[in-house]
């Protein structure tokens, strides 16, 4: 009677072993061959959401309409943050109200680019709206 009782522990903790061994198994192969991320989905999904919301941003920054004073096309005045693309007063104080520090960049950034591939002598507040969405 106690070798029967030895033996059928001795099977039950050979099946627990057994059981160990597997899920070892099936960790190793899952650290070994990890599943592919999907950075690109997650990037792309919070590249839309950050580009639609300093649209949004812009938008309510930047009215449509504003009243302003036209400004002389010669070469001298202000010019962007940062760059040698001459622009409007009006500009400027556009710019000036972006208050997130990195996007204001971005902005002048891409309005200095768009400026320089169109060749725009002075960025005026027309073209300034239309380069700065995104």
């Known amino acids: 009677m106690e070798q029967e009782r030895i033996e059928a522990r001795l099977r039950a903790v050979e099946d627990k072993l057994s059981r160990l061994e597997a899920l070892l198994v099936a960790v190793s192969?899952?650290?070994e061959n990890p599943p592919a991320v999907r950075t690109t989905e997650v990037t792309t999904a919070i590249r839309d959401?950050?580009?639609d919301y300093v649209?949004?941003?812009l938008q309510q920054l930047v009215p449509q309409t504003c009243e302003h004073i036209p400004q002389p096309t010669d070469t001298q005045g202000p010019y962007l943050d940062g760059?040698?693309?001459p622009c409007t007063e009006e500009v400027v104080?556009?710019?000036g109200r972006i208050?997130?520090?990195f996007v204001r960049e971005m902005v002048v950034h891409r309005?200095?680019?768009r400026a320089r591939e169109e060749k725009v002598e002075r960025?005026?507040?027309t073209f300034f709206e239309h380069a700065a969405t995104f």
């Open 111 to 113: 309005v200095a680019e």
């Open 55 to 57: 649209s949004i941003r």
């Open 83 to 85: 760059t040698d693309v």
């Open 99 to 101: 208050p997130i520090p």
């Open 93 to 95: 104080h556009r710019v």
């Open 29 to 31: 192969q899952k650290l």
């Open 123 to 125: 960025v005026d507040v």
């Open 49 to 51: 959401w950050v580009t």
